[in-house]
């Protein structure tokens, strides 16, 4: 059973163009990360995500926590080729001993 | 090192033959994770220590799976009579109670079962 859905799977954009990823649950979480994965690596985390409703920005990027603590957004700004990777969210259970994560969003950038 | 080092960084084998996958993690991390991550695809849990409680061994996919963490400290995941569906990338993560909740990621063994 999926517990985080991710969507969109893929996306492709143009350099300096904006865009939305989403994370989806029908389970509350504790807390949720996301995290950057780029090809031949492991995942990097963006940022943890404690509150229901909470904002949080990153240059860029910013991070969005539902307000029931089932869902969450990340939002880039003027994306650039470096944004290019794999886009994970993980939700917290156990009270943050164990993590669930979603299948990802791939994100390319072309220049 | 600085960070989790896993090892090796490739490993092919053939179908039927047993694995050994190391990883080191950060020093004097309590928690260490095992991952298995499929092209393309995200994170399946499969295994977590911490300290000296007893590992969470819920995401293990088969009695083929295996894993020990010796000392507190290196652990290995074993995969007896792999099967080719078995081949993915699997990953390391360790953290610390004092960092709160951030896993540090090793880079990963991808294993080839032919």
């Known amino acids: 059973t999926q517990l985080l859905e991710q969507s969109p799977q893929f996306l492709s954009i143009q350099e300096g163009e904006n865009l939305t990823v989403y994370c989806n649950s029908s389970s509350v979480f504790s807390s949720l990360q996301w995290y950057r994965q780029e090809p031949g690596e492991g995942p990097v985390l963006l940022v943890t995500v404690v509150t229901g409703g909470e904002v949080k920005k990153l240059k860029r990027l910013t991070f969005q926590f539902g307000d029931a603590r089932k869902d969450s957004s990340l939002h880039i700004t003027a994306a650039q080729p470096g944004d290019t990777g794999l886009y994970l969210c993980?939700?917290?259970?156990?009270?943050?001993?164990?993590?669930?994560f979603g299948p990802g969003t791939r994100l390319s950038v072309l220049p | 090192g600085a960070g989790v080092s896993q090892s090796p960084s490739n490993k092919v084998t053939e179908k039927g033959k047993d694995v050994e996958l190391r990883c080191d993690p950060i020093?004097?991390?309590?928690?260490l994770y095992w991952y298995r991550q499929s092209l393309g695809q995200g994170l399946e849990f499969l295994i977590y220590f911490q300290g000296n409680s007893a590992p969470d061994k819920s995401g293990l996919p088969s009695d083929r799976f295996s894993a020990e963490r010796t000392g507190g400290s290196v652990s290995t995941l074993t995969i007896q009579r792999t099967q080719q569906e078995d081949s993915a990338v699997y990953l390391c993560a360790s953290s610390s109670r004092i960092a709160g909740v951030r896993q540090y990621f090793g880079p990963g063994t991808r294993l080839t079962v032919t």
């Open positions: 020093s004097g991390h309590t928690a």
């Open positions: 993980a939700g917290a259970i156990n009270y943050g001993q164990n993590f669930v």
